[in-house]
């Protein structure tokens, strides 16, 4: 029986979900989007599999997934406007193209780039939570953003690995990391000065961005230095880092397949 490959990209926001992985007995996106497929394809036979698993409350602007069917999808504009009145408010498909059956979503060369959201100095209005994370210690933003720089290159990341295993491939290679002032996200009741870490490379171990963002945090606050950091990036060093940036400031915003 023929088969049929087809790249969904969609975005979401995650505050409300256990993370995208399927899991017994809590919300997930995996679960959301397989249940809204299984009512719009009438309970034909599919499988659904992303590129990758976002964790618990963390959104996507551009997140992908390939849909396996046994029959063709006729008209893609159709297909796309069911799938979103179908699915929650915060979820939304993007975009649908055909692949053929060698393309493996997991396994094909891709670029990701994640964005952190944050603030510093003063609680906020209870509606930034889903987004943006609020550190409410001062912060020195031009010593982070030398910070930010020192993870560009390739370097022994094993530090910014949560629960690293022992035969690990920690050697990786950040295209880019960055610390700017934000001018992507707005709302009139965000405080007046917002950034973002944007964080761009080919393959991330658990929690790295998160780990990569606390550490800059603790480098802010002056719990750490800037020596601290180029030593935790030596081949063979593993330092366990204290702090994890909670995982709503986290946004997926790029997925991009070679």
């Given at each position: 029986?023929?088969?049929?490959?087809?790249?969904?990209?969609?975005?979401?926001?995650?505050?409300?979900?256990?993370?995208?992985?399927?899991?017994?007995?809590?919300?997930?996106?995996?679960?959301?989007?397989?249940?809204?497929?299984?009512?719009?394809?009438?309970?034909?036979?599919?499988?659904?599999?992303?590129?990758?698993?976002?964790?618990?409350?963390?959104?996507?602007?551009?997140?992908?997934?390939?849909?396996?069917?046994?029959?063709?999808?006729?008209?893609?504009?159709?297909?796309?406007?069911?799938?979103?009145?179908?699915?929650?408010?915060?979820?939304?498909?993007?975009?649908?193209?055909?692949?053929?059956?060698?393309?493996?979503?997991?396994?094909?060369?891709?670029?990701?780039?994640?964005?952190?959201?944050?603030?510093?100095?003063?609680?906020?209005?209870?509606?930034?939570?889903?987004?943006?994370?609020?550190?409410?210690?001062?912060?020195?933003?031009?010593?982070?953003?030398?910070?930010?720089?020192?993870?560009?290159?390739?370097?022994?990341?094993?530090?910014?690995?949560?629960?690293?295993?022992?035969?690990?491939?920690?050697?990786?290679?950040?295209?880019?990391?960055?610390?700017?002032?934000?001018?992507?996200?707005?709302?009139?009741?965000?405080?007046?000065?917002?950034?973002?870490?944007?964080?761009?490379?080919?393959?991330?171990?658990?929690n790295q961005i998160r780990l990569m963002m606390g550490t800059?945090?603790?480098?802010?606050?002056?719990?750490?230095?800037?020596?601290?950091?180029?030593?935790?990036?030596?081949?063979?060093?593993?330092?366990?880092?204290?702090?994890?940036?909670?995982?709503?400031?986290?946004?997926?915003?790029?997925?991009?397949?070679?």
């Amino acid at each position: 029986m023929k088969k049929y490959f087809y790249v969904i990209t969609i975005q979401y926001l995650g505050y409300r979900f256990h993370g995208w992985q399927k899991q017994p007995n809590v919300k997930t996106l995996h679960l959301m989007v397989d249940r809204t497929l299984n009512f719009i394809l009438e309970k034909k036979p599919f499988k659904s599999l992303s590129s990758g698993r976002t964790d618990a409350m963390v959104s996507a602007e551009c997140a992908a997934f390939e849909l396996f069917l046994q029959e063709p999808i006729e008209d893609f504009g159709v297909f796309l406007k069911l799938f979103n009145d179908n699915l929650p408010q915060d979820i939304r498909a993007l975009g649908i193209k055909e692949v053929d059956k060698k393309f493996n979503i997991i396994n094909h060369p891709k670029t990701k780039e994640y964005l952190y959201l944050f603030t510093y100095g003063e609680k906020c209005h209870p509606f930034c939570a889903p987004i943006m994370t609020t550190i409410l210690d001062d912060l020195d933003i031009e010593l982070m953003k030398q910070g930010a720089k020192l993870f560009e290159g390739e370097h022994y990341m094993k530090s910014y690995c949560y629960k690293p295993s022992e035969n690990g491939i920690f050697n990786r290679v950040i295209e880019t990391c960055e610390l700017v002032e934000n001018t992507i996200y707005k709302a009139n009741y965000f405080p007046e000065n917002t950034y973002l870490l944007r964080v761009r490379g080919k393959g991330f171990m658990r929690n790295q961005i998160r780990l990569m963002m606390g550490t800059l945090i603790d480098l802010g606050k002056g719990a750490l230095t800037l020596q601290d950091i180029k030593h935790s990036l030596e081949p063979n060093v593993f330092v366990k880092m204290n702090y994890i940036a909670p995982a709503s400031g986290l946004i997926l915003n790029k997925v991009e397949f070679e």
